[in-house]
């Protein structure tokens, strides 16, 4: 019987081909929950459908990690920008007293 070579290598697997897929899809959701989440999270989504459609396991989870990743950035938007808000009028405030003084 034969050897098999040292150049030989097994034939990919499905997961392995989606893999690629599931990691972008994570690093789209995390950079979504602190940067353009409207965007980033449903391209995280896809990627994740797309890597479970090739099979990766990890697809289901990286389509999760996705709606995670839109959910929370517009949550921690939608607190930063009240809190600016809240600022902004405070100093309004701070501002017509001064000049009312």
Known sequence: MSHPSADYAPPATSSSQGRPYAIAAFICAAVAVVLLPIVLGPIAIVLGV???SKGDPLGKWA???GVAGLALGFALGA???NKAKEQSAALAVVHLAALYR
């Open 50 to 52: 797309v890597a479970h």
């Open 79 to 81: 607190l930063v920008l």
């Open 63 to 65: 389509i999760a990690a």
